[in-house]
């Protein structure tokens, strides 16, 4: 879209300057979906710019001359022309220093270097960091009317902020329990937003800029970094109530992370999707908040299956939370296949707020399946 309307733009500033010059652009499509975009190709056209559909096969320098020789597509007939200036419009790429400027503002970049925005559809001018906008050609090629509209949508969040003259924080956020830490340093790297310093081996949180994921406190060997409101113990005394009810077969335990899964559970419950009541869902911020630690405790107060669910990879509300939590939950498969358990009594799914249909059908097959399996521990009581 950038590559085929710049190419327009200089050749009708060229036509305009140069009445005389012949012009063409070589096209394989020409993307000119926007306001006023196809009227602006057709008056190229009327300028007398000639669109030529296919690709140019060679470039050749002869006797001085620089000769083009291409197939036209539309007509069928391979071609050569004698030019005087050839131009290649070429891919719009990051700048080669942004993966720096990324790691100073804590910005995650894309493997093309284009900062990452914190979801592409629902807040594409919004990072991962709180109160840092991004713009335009910052999160990839944009033309220019695109461009505006993203730097107008920044500048007035930027002003909602400073407008208020005060900053609301998550309810949710990481703090240190010091006796209990010995400074082993996995949180710190594994927190994604560098909101943990370890110093004089001890850990501490930047309570006000953390975002609450969770990530730090499922990794910590200790348990000295918790959640507020999200404490082991809380979520323990949830898996304990909600295992409390021993008559239905099978009961499942859901880890549903609150942005995606839960979402979906409860658009599955108010669209009156039907779908078996055998799970209980547990509700925590992001899925690489679920310390294996908590199936296992599931699976030990005698839940016959146990889900974990949580954004679809890639579409993270915390970026890696999501894969934090498949590398952790890998392992833990294999973990209960060497304890003897069936690994089918074990699933993670990953689901998006808008699938609620999704949501419920994998709770429907799920029952199906650990009613074959039997109830938890029938498979180590064959052993
Ligand atoms: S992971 Fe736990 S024990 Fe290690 S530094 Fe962090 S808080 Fe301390
Ligand atoms: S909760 Fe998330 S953002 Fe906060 S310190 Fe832990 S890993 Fe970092």
Known sequence: KVCCMASIKNAMKLAEKYPDARISIHYIDIRAGGEMYEEYYKRAQELGVSFIRGRVAEVE?????????YEDTLSGEKCSDITDLVVLAIGMEADKDSRQIGKM???????????????????????????????????????????????????????SLLYKGEIDIEPASAYVIPDLCDGCGICEKICDFGRIKVTDRKASVDEVACRGCGACTAACPNGAIQI?????????????????????????????????????????????????????????????????????EALRRGADGVLVSGCRLGECHYTIGNICAVQRMNVLGKILVDLGFDERRFRVAWIAASEGLKFAGIVEDFVKQLKEIGPIGSELKQE
């Open 61 to 69: 320098e002869s006797d001085g001359k620089t000769i083009i020789h």
């Open 105 to 159: 503002l804590n910005l995650s970049t894309r493997p093309d270097r284009f900062f990452q925005s914190a979801h592409p559809k629902m807040r594409p001018v919004e990072t991962h960091t709180k109160g840092i906008f991004i713009a335009g050609c910052a999160s990839g090629p944009k033309e220019i009317q695109v461009s505006i509209e993203q730097g107008s949508a920044a500048a007035a969040k930027a002003l």
């Open 228 to 296: 507020r409101n999200y404490t082991d113990e809380q979520i323990l005394s949830q898996i304990t109530e909600a295992t409390k009810e021993g008559s239905e077969f099978p009961l499942i335990v859901g880890f549903l992370c609150h942005w995606c899964s839960y979402a979906a559970a409860d658009l599955a419950g108010s669209l009156r999707i039907q779908y078996p009541t055998n799970i209980r869902n547990i509700r925590v911020l992001c899925a690489g908040r679920i310390n294996p630690s908590f199936v296992l």
